[in-house]
């Protein structure tokens, strides 16, 4: 069980794509901001992003000299044969004085917590321990100090892991529900033969292209898959001039056409619109009489009132 019944303010834990951006969020008030080598160690390595082991360690010293953390990510899996490289990123992180690294391979964790006992490892969302049991092994084989949990999880289950674990946690607050293991990165994985966990990079940006589709929405593809379709929608009120009419025949009355009934009414007003992304629509209109034509005697309404909503399923 957690025994830590103490409330604690939570930390606020930024990403950092270059040193800039690490700077930026120091300086706004992050609590913590995690980054990543420029290579296969992390699952964020796009081109131009990341930082070099020099980058790091004056970043480490300009955020420790204000205050704040620098977590580093060394969170995809080593394939066979290259595990070398993850080592010296661990290697790079101690020398830097980084104050946590987050890690999801096990290897990688049992090497930092055999070499660099006093280093705090922090599990990655990548690992997808999603359950107390998973949690509680990675802590006490490794020394874990702090879960990421995957994003899948809602607020019940993330309440009731805490309660059950004796670290602390760590969520996202912002951003898509990440897949992981599944969905959209084995789609890359097939589809570019880069892998997601192993290289670190999802959806790259060369096997990515928007289309705009005849119904105007834009679709973004992976290859030849779709990922992603939005369509262009508008929220929010209008007010406009409307001009509308009426217009009768004769009327009838015991099967004899009364002359001089009929009658053409022209009405102008302002009208009052509200819509809702592409489903709700209402309207609140006042039409004013200006022109009446009628042959005969016609009873025309000083205004009136229009009034309509609509549902789109």
Not at 37 to 52: D, I, K, M, V, W
Not at 266 to 281: D, M, Q, R, Y
Request: proline share 5%; glycine share 8%; with cysteine.
């Amino acid at each position: 069980m957690n025994d830590d019944t103490v409330p604690r303010r939570p930390e606020l834990v930024c990403p950092a794509g270059t040193p800039a951006s690490l700077r930026t969020a120091v300086d706004a008030g992050a609590d913590a901001v995690y980054c990543g080598l420029q290579n296969e160690t992390n699952a964020r390595n796009f081109p131009g992003l990341n930082f070099s082991p020099v980058e790091l360690q004056k970043s480490v010293a300009y955020a420790h000299a204000r205050g704040a953390k620098v977590l580093l990510a060394v969170n995809t899996f080593p394939p066979a044969g290259k595990f070398q490289l993850w080592k010296d990123a661990i290697d790079v992180a101690v020398a830097c004085a980084v104050d946590a690294i987050i890690v999801a391979d096990m290897g990688v964790a049992a090497y930092a917590s055999r070499n660099f006992p006093q280093l705090r490892l922090h599990l990655s969302v990548q690992a997808g321990a999603s359950s107390p049991e998973a949690i509680r092994f990675h802590c006490e084989e490794f020394g874990v100090r702090r879960v990421v949990l995957p994003r899948i999880l809602t607020v019940a289950e993330i309440a009731d892991i805490h309660r059950q674990i004796p670290r602390e946690i760590e969520a996202f607050v912002f951003g898509n529900i990440g897949m992981m293991a599944e969905g959209r990165c084995s789609l890359t994985n097939y589809v570019t033969g880069i892998s997601t966990n192993m290289d670190g990079v999802c959806s790259p940006a060369a096997d990515v292209r928007f289309e705009e589709e005849a119904d105007g929405a834009l679709t973004s593809r992976l290859g030849p898959f779709v990922i992603d379709r939005a369509h262009a929608v508008c929220s929010g009120l209008s007010l406009q001039g409307v001009v509308s009419g009426d217009t009768k025949g004769n009327d009838h009355v015991d099967g004899n056409v009364v002359e001089g009934s009929a009658e053409t009414d022209v009405f102008c007003g302002p009208a009052l619109g509200f819509t809702w992304e592409s489903n709700l629509a209402a309207e609140l209109a006042v039409d004013i009489p200006f022109a009446t034509s009628a042959s005969g005697v016609a009873l025309v309404p000083d205004y009136r009132i229009r009034a309509a909503l609509s549902w789109q399923f």
